[in-house]
């Protein structure tokens, strides 16, 4: 009798994270690194379920998170849950949970990098505006969006990819115990549904939100009782991310690279996004 009434008084050992919308937006990469240590540290959650529905978003913040939820994984379960989309840098971040749950109508992959540039200096000059540069160096104002880049420029920027993209692929290949080969001729940068994804060693099963809690609760043994954390934001952020990720795919990404992330900093325009995915978040 004792232990049920304890049962009910005690907080649920089961931990759901709602990770809804664009890395950098939506989903604020150091809030959320800080919400996983803080999961981490705290005795009373015995596992921890991402709950997943994100096109991916920058490539800082995608690593920043996957980086935080790897070191959670160390002690304690992480299960993912995709219900809708979980690509590019949302899948990076699902592949760092111990197993991944896909509902079957889910998208999944995307596995690159993308970068976008706005380029101003035609409307500018239309204004009458023209913009003077000083620098120290010829690569110093590399990827102004106030002139067209040099031949040099677009080389040395395609390495940044490259070694961006190495990244990635590597990464999901030791978090799915996939060869650097097999992981490389799944990463073109094309989504999967998740039962083609099964069938590439993406993800490990098909279900619901309820199946992944199942899974989680005999993996700890503990009861299905849950309760949901998102990471903490203020209602300014709310409101401007929800503005930015109205736009929608590219032109979402574009306004982020000339203006910077809602209540953020400016990410060079390196993403881990799919852009066929025109909204999401909450």
Request: no cysteine; glycine share 12%.
């Given at each position: 009798?004792?232990?049920?009434?304890?049962?009910?008084?005690?907080?649920?050992?089961?931990?759901?994270?709602?990770?809804?919308?664009?890395?950098g937006q939506a989903i604020r990469p150091l809030e959320t690194a800080r919400l996983f240590m803080?999961?981490?540290?705290?005795?009373?959650?015995?596992?921890?379920?991402?709950?997943?529905?994100?096109?991916?978003?920058?490539?800082?913040?995608?690593?920043?998170?996957?980086?935080?939820?790897?070191?959670?994984?160390?002690?304690?379960?992480?299960?993912?849950?995709?219900?809708?989309?979980?690509?590019?840098?949302?899948?990076?971040?699902?592949?760092?949970?111990?197993?991944?749950?896909?509902?079957?109508?889910?998208?999944?992959?995307?596995?690159?990098?993308?970068?976008?540039?706005?380029?101003?200096?035609?409307?500018?000059?239309?204004?009458?505006?023209?913009?003077?540069?000083?620098?120290?160096?010829?690569?110093?104002?590399?990827?102004?969006?106030?002139?067209e880049p040099t031949s040099e420029e677009k080389a040395k920027e395609q390495e940044l990819l490259?070694?961006?993209?190495?990244?990635?692929?590597?990464?999901?290949?030791?978090?799915?115990?996939?060869?650097?080969?097999?992981?490389?001729?799944?990463?073109?940068?094309?989504?999967?549904?998740?039962?083609?994804?099964?069938?590439?060693?993406?993800?490990?099963?098909?279900?619901?939100?309820?199946?992944?809690?199942?899974?989680?609760?005999?993996?700890?043994?503990?009861?299905?009782?849950?309760?949901?954390?998102?990471?903490?934001?203020?209602?300014?952020?709310?409101?401007?991310?929800?503005?930015?990720?109205?736009?929608?795919?590219?032109?979402?990404?574009?306004?982020?690279?000339?203006?910077?992330?809602?209540?953020?900093?400016?990410?060079?325009?390196?993403?881990?996004?799919?852009?066929?995915?025109?909204?999401?978040?909450?």
């Amino acid at each position: 009798m004792f232990d049920e009434l304890l049962a009910q008084v005690r907080p649920p050992a089961l931990v759901v994270v709602d990770l809804q919308g664009v890395i950098g937006q939506a989903i604020r990469p150091l809030e959320t690194a800080r919400l996983f240590m803080k999961l981490r540290e705290d005795r009373g959650v015995h596992g921890v379920l991402l709950n997943i529905d994100s096109p991916g978003g920058s490539a800082g913040g995608s690593e920043m998170i996957t980086r935080a939820a790897q070191r959670l994984r160390e002690v304690k379960p992480v299960v993912a849950f995709v219900g809708t989309i979980g690509a590019s840098g949302g899948y990076m971040l699902a592949s760092a949970a111990e197993h991944i749950i896909a509902q079957p109508s889910a998208l999944l992959g995307s596995i690159g990098v993308i970068a976008y540039r706005p380029l101003v200096y035609d409307a500018l000059s239309r204004l009458g505006v023209r913009m003077d540069v000083a620098k120290s160096g010829r690569l110093k104002d590399m990827l102004s969006p106030f002139r067209e880049p040099t031949s040099e420029e677009k080389a040395k920027e395609q390495e940044l990819l490259d070694d961006m993209y190495n990244i990635f692929v590597e990464g999901v290949a030791q978090a799915r115990h996939l060869t650097s080969e097999d992981a490389r001729s799944l990463a073109t940068g094309e989504v999967y549904t998740a039962g083609q994804a099964l069938k590439h060693r993406l993800v490990d099963g098909l279900g619901d939100l309820d199946e992944a809690i199942d899974w989680l609760a005999a993996r700890t043994g503990e009861s299905r009782r849950v309760r949901t954390v998102r990471p903490k934001r203020s209602l300014r952020e709310l409101l401007l991310a929800r503005n930015t990720i109205a736009m929608g795919g590219p032109l979402g990404v574009a306004v982020q690279a000339l203006f910077g992330e809602p209540g953020g900093t400016l990410d060079g325009g390196y993403h881990y996004l799919y852009t066929g995915h025109s909204g999401g978040g909450r």
